[in-house]
């Protein structure tokens, strides 16, 4: 016989069939479709293989289920397209597996190492290997050059099909000599870092849809930038270029007797550098809809910070047919140490929930992980800039601005300019948040009021390192739509060491109610906890029970 829970594990079973929908064999589909699951298949939990026998790597998580059975294993040798994605990191002999078993398909070479591996190791000699003979047919390279100097010899040859070029390097020379050996004519995407010279003359980047020149800060000596008037007209003959990233790699000569500039076709432009060449290049540049992040480091001296809001102002204020586009949130982050202090805003233009997880381009030298995790984030890119042209545009806004040890009086005025001039007031939800880090001795300062420029804000979202700061400058004054507050990473414990916080935001919420702003929630994890600790810290405090009008608010966030 046939037991109750047997019969109702086949009926779940069955049921289960039934959600999956019509299934097929695997020997009864076509090849294509077979090889496309493969394609795209990744191993969850793939079985830790010996390098050299097996690559492990997320992007070839197929490989492993080959070893399933001799269909897998007979589609995958017959299939040349899943052979094409090639990183050096594989070992040398699985590099020529993959080069073989791809023939003549197009592929994408990939051969990136940290600084710290040897120039001897085989994962860096294996480019000089495979690029003299494959690189007529790669599309897409990512080339960690060993040494500095000039191109890698076996790039000076014709690339008919190269699309994207990724170099990284220390001081590459990139010589307009060099480039006119250098024959890429579907070249759309140039990503370098970091190089001391580049081919502004060369005609070969005329047709790029996409340019990247990173520098790092801290291997600039006596570096110069490109002649301003070479670095114009380059720019004005990119009648394809989409997307802009130039991180301390903007000129440093004068830019008299230049004329403005359109770039009627870019999307995204990121530019970080010094304060005054940022604003000359904004000052050229004609305003359009683009995303753009900007990132300045520089003293508080003259007027040059108040000439990068203004022109700031100006390219924010875009409009369509007519109709202004407001921004919708925004995220204030800020670092206000004596060493290096730092704020980072981003705003967007559409509407989001609480929930937003804004973009965080913090400043480049700023790390707080170990060693070798800050060697590798000193030589990452941007990932809007690494894919292609056709991924929307979000029309964001970021702003970085790092000082060179400002008196307080001078910064705190700064912010509050900043925040006041920016068109950013019109946001519906701001998230507030600060960064610690565990090197700074002293305790970082905070912005003065810094909610008193947000007049639209019905949303405020607060994280937890700047709570205290938060509490202690709350003012009902400030946010006169705001209706909503949440704490997601507030603990009850933080109750008790935040002194008088409680008190605080109960005046908070009862002076609202008095000028008929009153507060509608106030949004916590695990609410009834945090309520328990309010009854422990209102005895002797608020009398005896916690005010009705502060649970009546409280909601759970979840």
Known sequence: MVSDEARSGSSMALGHRGMLGPSAPIRGLPVEVLADIFLWLVVLCPVNFDAERVPAHSKIGWLVITQVCSLWRNLSIDSPRLWT??????????????????????????????????????????????????????????????????????????????????????????????????????????????????????????????LTLVQNIDRLIDQRGPDAQDFVTALRGMSQLGQLCLENSLPSSPWSNIGNFKLPRLRALRIHGQLLQVVDFLTHLHPSRIELDVACRDALIDNSPYDLLRMLATHLNVFDEGVPLPFQAVFLTQRLTSRSPWIYIHAIRHIVDQGWEPARYYPRDFHVEDLDAARKRRWELDDRFLGYCDTPSTQSFSLTLNFMRPSSEDLQ???????????????????????????????????????????????????????????????????????????????????????????????????????????????????????????????????????ARLVQVVKELV
């Not at 076996?154 to 060099?178: I, K, N, Q």
């Not at 579907?186 to 990503?191: A, D, G, K, T």
């Not at 300019?417 to 950013?424: E, F, H, K, Q, W």
């Not at 507030?490 to 919420?509: Q, R, S």
Request: hydrophobic share 45%.
């Open 413 to 547: 005025d700064f912010i509050n300019r900043t925040l006041a001039s920016l068109p950013i007031q019109t946001a519906q939800l701001l998230v507030y948040d600060q960064v610690v880090d565990a090197r700074d001795i002293f305790a970082t300062a905070t912005i003065d009021r810094p909610f008193a420029n947000f007049l639209g804000v019905r949303s405020l979202r607060v994280g937890r390192d700047i709570f205290p700061a938060f509490i202690r400058s709350l003012n009902a004054q400030d946010m006169p739509k705001l209706e909503h507050l949440y704490f997601p990473d507030l603990t009850p414990a933080h109750w008790e060491n935040v002194m008088g916080g409680l008190t605080k935001l109960h005046e908070f919420v009862a002076d609202r109610d008095k000028m008929g702003r009153r507060v509608r929630s106030l949004y916590l994890v695990d609410k009834d906890a945090h309520v328990r600790a309010w009854s422990h810290i209102a005895r002797g405090r608020m009398g005896p029970r916690v005010p």
């Open 85 to 210: 994605r090639v990183d050096g990191t594989m070992g040398r002999e699985w590099v020529h597996v993959f080069l073989a078993r791809s023939k003549t398909a197009p592929i994408t070479f990939t051969n990136f190492y940290l600084p710290t591996i040897s120039r001897k190791d085989p994962r860096i000699t294996i480019a000089d290997e495979v690029l003299p003979v494959h690189l007529a047919r790669m599309q897409v390279l990512v080339l960690r050059q060993p040494v500095s100097g000039p191109l890698h010899p076996a790039l000076l040859h014709r690339a008919p099909l190269l699309e994207v070029l990724t170099l990284f390097g220390d001081f590459l020379l990139l010589a307009e000599s060099d480039w006119e050996f250098f024959e890429a004519p579907q070249l759309q995407h140039l990503h370098v870092l970091s190089c001391s010279s580049f081919p502004w003359k060369s005609l070969s980047i005329r047709n790029l849809c996409s």
